[in-house]
């Protein structure tokens, strides 16, 4: 099988590792509560930030929170690397920013995420990863998402939303654990995305 995944909020914990590090450079000590409640991607609006004020920050702070301590989800390197030794091939399609492209993969190489040759993307448009995903002609695709969710929803694969609070509304098969992977694997007849 050929299976792709988004990395951010999909793999990784990265919203949750970016709302530590607001907490911390701004002083305050907002509740993990309040982060999982969250409607948006965006995380600002938590720390009393506007839009511009969330989008300079982030900025300000990308390379910290890209390349620090960003813990993985539960079971996403273990079951990656089952997948890979099962024979099977994972993809990684981000739209992180070009630039940071060669140290994403950098930093998924050095944290135990499988990626082999050629089987990284990366820099493209939310809207441009449909192509990519109908190109390589994978299995399964799963993404946090919904902007990127909605483009795949005419493809001929199994489209899965990595469940977030802001992606609730979505009608589309969910992991909520990376440990469920296998099972939905196994499962054979696995119903098509509405
Ligand atoms: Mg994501």
Not at 58 to 83: G, K, Q
Not at 167 to 186: A, F, G, V
């Amino acid at each position: 099988m050929k299976l792709g995944f988004d990395i951010d909020d999909t793999l990784i914990d990265l919203r949750q590792h970016a709302f530590h590090l607001y907490n911390q450079k701004l002083g305050q000590n907002i509740g993990v509560d309040v982060f999982e409640a969250i409607p948006t991607l965006e995380i600002h609006e938590a720390f009393g930030m506007t839009r511009e004020e969330g989008g300079a920050m982030w900025a300000n702070l990308r390379d910290e929170i890209y390349y620090t301590s960003c813990p993985p989800f539960p079971h996403a390197v273990e079951m990656l690397n089952e997948l890979v030794e099962a024979g099977h091939e994972v993809y990684y399609i981000t739209a992180r920013p070009k630039n940071h492209c060669g140290r994403t993969l950098e930093w998924l190489l050095k944290n135990g995420f499988p990626v082999a040759d050629g089987h990284f993307y990366c820099g493209m448009d939310d809207k441009e990863k449909v192509h990519i995903i109908k190109e390589l002609e994978l299995d399964y695709y799963f993404d946090d998402k919904p902007a990127v969710l909605e483009t795949l929803s005419d493809l001929a694969l199994q489209v899965y939303v990595r469940d977030r609070s802001y992606n609730r509304h979505l009608k589309l098969p969910r992991i909520t654990s990376w440990e469920q992977l296998k099972d939905e694997m196994n499962k054979g007849d696995i119903p098509k995305s509405e």
